[in-house]
T-cell receptor, first 111, second 115 residues
Framework: KQEVTQIPAALSVPEGENLVLNCSFTDSAIYNLQWFRQDPGKGLTSLLLIQSSQREQTSGRLNASLDKSSGRSTLYIAASQPGDSATYLCAVNGGSEKLVFGKGTKLTVNP | ETGVTQSPTHLIKTRGQQVTLRCSSQSGHNTVSWYQQALGQGPQFIFQYYREEENGRGNFPPRFSGLQFPNYSSELNVNALELDDSALYLC??????????????FGPGTRLTVL
């Protein structure tokens, strides 16, 4: 059974800092991994999707990496801004279209 | 291109009642998945519909049921509501045949409160 863990559960940083969010998964037989952003009480916004054959994906100030063999992914946020404050969720797809999510990392960026 | 939409935005029910939640998938997407997200938790997979057939189910009791229509929109029905059913219900759509990406696109969710 696939299990996804995200560390840390919460993170508070000053504006401008670079930061890394971590995601680990127990079964390396994944099809892809997606990072999402969720604002309080809202739906999920897809940030980056990494296929199992890829090592990283970049979008603006965001960079996600994937090491399938070790069951790890990281989301790097450069030059953080208060508008980045949200919960970040990692989800893995084992090929059946069913996503298995972690509990998320709640990020607060202080002005 | 229209994104994933869900209705209603929120609703309040009492224990034992029944509820129907609705989802319209993104244009051209033939696969719809439903997730339940309790407060402070990650979303949990309920079930998925592909071309009007159930295509996988998570660890949820039979009182959670669904439908997918020819236009690929979908309903989630929950009977005999319990207090623990209070959660944000999320719908996601994808089109696995069109590309290898299988990216899933989520709607804004329906907040269900059971009193």
């Amino acid at each position: 059974k696939q299990e996804v863990t995200q560390i840390p559960a919460a993170l508070s940083v000053p504006e401008g800092e670079n930061l890394v969010l971590n995601c680990s998964f127990t079964d390396s037989a994944i099809y892809n991994l997606q990072w999402f952003r969720q604002d309080p009480g809202k739906g999920l916004t897809s940030l980056l999707l990494i296929q199992s054959s890829q090592r990283e994906q970049t979008s603006g100030r965001l960079n996600a990496s994937l090491d399938k063999s070790s069951g790890r992914s990281t989301l790097y946020i450069a030059a953080s801004q208060p508008g980045d404050s949200a919960t970040y969720l990692c989800a893995v797809n084992g090929g059946s279209e069913k996503l298995v999510f972690g509990k998320g990392t709640k990020l607060t960026v202080n002005p | 291109e229209t994104g994933v939409t869900q209705s209603p935005t929120h609703l309040i029910k009492t224990r034992g009642q029944q509820v129907t939640l609705r989802c319209s998938s993104q244009s051209g997407h033939n696969t719809v998945s439903w997730y339940q997200q309790a407060l402070g938790q990650g979303p949990q997979f309920i079930f998925q519909y592909y071309r009007e057939e159930e295509n996988g189910r998570g660890n949820f009791p039979p009182r959670f049921s669904g439908l997918q229509f020819p236009n690929y929109s979908s309903e989630l029905n929950v009977n005999a509501l319990e207090l623990d059913d209070s959660a944000l219900y999320l719908c996601a759509s994808s089109i696995p045949e069109a590309s290898s990406y299988n990216e899933q696109f989520f709607g804004p969710g329906t907040r269900l409160t059971v009193l």
